[in-house]
């Protein structure tokens, strides 16, 4: 098949275009570098299957054959999503209705946090707008698969990332306090990214958006896990905070059928292999 991945030198996009690519796709990676480094497909081994494409997807595509679009075009560390917000709108929404007017299926990859109704972040906002927009071409024909990721993480994140999981890797592998709030408590759902590429290669556009989950565990005990698995010396320092922490575990998870992740520990050992390849 002929693939258009957008946002292919970020996170998620560079995994996806490597296993594309192994499995003999002809495969376009998209990215202008807004959040993310063309050293990063130096990850991509040499192939005569991809095709590297220098592009802002908030511009028209023009005339290119494809039989299949990924959008994962957006600024997605929090930081980068406030001093980014107009990039972090266009991309998700103006990217969409570019990509959708190729007229091919298009997987929109989404965030779980779109059902928080009480956040009002740059990014989830841009989410909820470019599905909105998703589900509008769909009513008039367009296919199109929107694929709602709870927590990603896994190798080649970035070190600014201030996620829970990079952070308490990195914070552990300098043996600085691990910090939690509201005694930890509150659950999260982890996903590695090798699992999520997996998960987009299943679903086939034209279904019901689907809500891809992976491990649950609560902050704190991510925090000892994590603290273990490093053999870190680092302390877990409970703060007190006003703000409320969503329990991402009450959100829905959709079965996928003969998809299941790989243990939680398996992820995180590889993605502490990587961070500490970085020291």
Not at 12 to 35: A, E, M, P, R
Not at 73 to 94: D, F, G, K, W, Y
Request: overall charge neutral; glycine content about 6%; some cysteine.
């Amino acid at each position: 098949m002929r693939i258009l991945v957008a946002g292919g030198a970020g996170f998620i996009g560079l995994h996806l275009c490597k296993v594309l690519v192994s499995q003999g796709h002809q495969v376009t990676c998209l990215d202008n570098y807004l959040t993310s480094y063309r050293k990063n497909l130096s990850h991509i081994p040499a192939n005569q299957n991809i095709t590297f494409l220098a592009h802002d997807i908030c511009r028209p595509l023009g005339d290119h054959a494809y039989d299949l679009a990924f959008h994962l075009a957006s600024p997605a560390i929090p930081a980068q999503c406030e001093r980014l917000s107009i990039e972090t709108m266009s991309s998700n929404i103006v990217g969409a209705q570019n990509l959708l007017e190729l007229g091919v299926p298009l997987i929109f990859v989404s965030s779980i946090r779109v059902l928080d109704e009480a956040s009002k972040e740059i990014y989830v906002m841009a989410k909820r707008g470019a599905e909105l927009l998703c589900e509008e071409y769909a009513k008039r024909g367009s296919s199109v698969q929107i694929v709602r990721f709870f927590n990603v993480f896994g190798d080649q994140m970035r070190r600014d990332d201030s996620r829970v999981v990079p952070q308490f890797i990195q914070r552990a592998l300098r043996g600085e306090p691990l910090m939690i709030y509201q005694g930890g408590m509150q659950r999260e759902v982890l996903l590695h990214v090798d699992d999520a590429v997996v998960a987009l290669l299943q679903v086939k556009p034209g279904n019901p958006t689907i809500n891809v989950g992976g491990t649950t565990i609560t902050i704190r005990n991510l925090a000892e896990m994590i603290i273990r698995l490093t053999d870190s010396q680092s302390q877990i320092c409970d703060m007190a905070s006003d703000r409320k922490h969503a329990d991402k575990a009450l959100w829905p998870m959709d079965d996928l059928p003969g998809w299941k992740p790989a243990s939680l520990e398996v992820g995180l050992l590889r993605t502490i292999k990587y961070f500490r390849s970085l020291t």
